[in-house]
């Protein structure tokens, strides 16, 4: 049973940094990708970032490229999405998705394993 516990969302000024995390288990996650995508109130969830976990490749959303960074260590099963420069419209829940996909997915459909969320809040 794959698990993913997300954690590090907060209040934050514009233009600060969090950094949110992504604790997996229930598997080795060779050949998965896994993702970042959020949900602001009222709106539909959006694919943020996605990294393959043997490969390390990333994709991005075009409204967080040069701000977010995803990455991953291995070692310690966790996902990481470094986020600077922070504007009020990256506030949103953020959630983590995993699922061995065809390639590097934006769509929330190719993934079947989800947390909870994280609730990232940037003031202006």
């Known amino acids: 049973q794959v698990q993913l516990v997300e954690s590090g969302g907060g209040l934050v000024q514009a233009g600060g940094s969090l950094r949110l995390s992504c604790a997996a288990s229930?598997?080795?996650?060779?050949?998965?990708?896994m993702a970042w995508f959020r949900q602001a109130p009222g709106k539909e969830r959006e694919f943020v970032a996605a990294i393959s976990w043997s490969a390390g490749s990333t994709i991005y959303a075009d409204s967080v490229k040069g701000r977010l960074t995803i990455s991953r260590d291995s070692a310690k099963n966790t996902v990481y999405l470094q986020m600077n420069s922070l504007k009020p419209e990256d506030t949103a829940v953020y959630y983590c998705?995993?699922?061995?996909?065809?390639?590097?997915?934006?769509?929330?459909?190719?993934?079947?394993?989800w947390g909870q969320g994280t609730q990232v809040t940037v003031s202006s």
């Open positions: 998705a995993a699922d061995r996909t065809f390639g590097l997915v934006r769509s929330p459909k190719a993934y079947n394993y």
């Open positions: 229930g598997r080795t996650f060779s050949g998965y990708a």
